[in-house]
DNA sequence: GTCATTTGGTTCAAATTGGAACGAAGCCAG
DNA sequence: CTGGCTTCGTTCCAATTTGAACCAAATGAC
């Protein structure tokens, strides 16, 4: 095997700063949540989805893969936010197996309660930091980033080239 | 107290992109560490942090300052790798408290032979997807989110004046 | 020197996470 | 219809993570 490209000066730069703003960022925004609100980054990202969802309610793998998260890690999380009566589980008509997760009111009040504080976090944290060109870039950046690592779910030699349908 | 800014949407597009990017990108490198060289992420770190350090070693504290990591975690992680053969554990002669985590010769070896496809990864999933001034952008505007969240411990009425340095 | 405070690291318990195994259903070719 | 494969969600288990409690030692004020 060749020699691997190793990352140059301003690559090395860029994934440092990406690895230890991730971290720092993804800390602070946990420690705010929890001491704020009494919930975890995961539990209040689940209450956004399911109230941004148009009936309050998703299905239990399509609200796993949003929240970029293991099934099992969902269903244990589900079940907490359950047991505190922000949300509850329904059935699916058309699909036994189906469970959907469905906000409930006191769960859509314990967000709207929560979220002041938390979009705070997030903006002195990250958003005010960055000029509004940083901002732009980094939105581009790496929203393209989550759509390629969205799209491949194992394709080790494709390279950067879009790909269409791996089949 | 007063209607919270809320983000418009160029600044939530930016805080998605982060969210999931980081999400994804997290766990492909966790996967691909797991499979290729037996190692966490976060193990990995702490070999490139040894490897790094001047004369292979560092106090448990700074290391889990540079890892962002809890104190408590570290010693878990450090016991883990020192059980591995990866690293070592010697004490400081100027405090009797301290800890010096010191990585071996095979900690080396394994960090060596992990790299490349470590380096390919991050290259696949984040650094090869960027245009050249994303990177910049990213490399400028996750920088300074690192510096200021590193230097704040806990100062909420700080507003976002303190740094006029930005460039 | 002496006492109070901080610091360094570990230990402990509780919470979370992810993967593998599972049972129940859907789906589809033949 | 029927066997074979995939999908859905849960359960189970092992690994990891964190904060609090702790002990010992360093530091600082007097």
Redo the contacts with the bound molecule.
Sequence with gaps: MTEPRWLDEDEKAAWIAFLSATNLVN?RL??QLKDDAGL????YEVLVQLNAAPDGSL????L?DRL?????????????LERAGLVG?RS?PS??????AEITDEGRAVLRSAAPGHVEAVRQSLIDVLTPEQLTHIAAGLGEVSRRLRAEPRCPSQSTQTAPATQ
Tied chains: 1, 2.
């Design positions: 800390r946990e420690q975890s980054h995961t539990q299905r239990m793998t399509e796993a970029v998260t293991s099934k099992s890690g969902l269903t244990y999380q589900i079940t907490q589980r699916c699909d036994v197996r189906g469970v959907f």
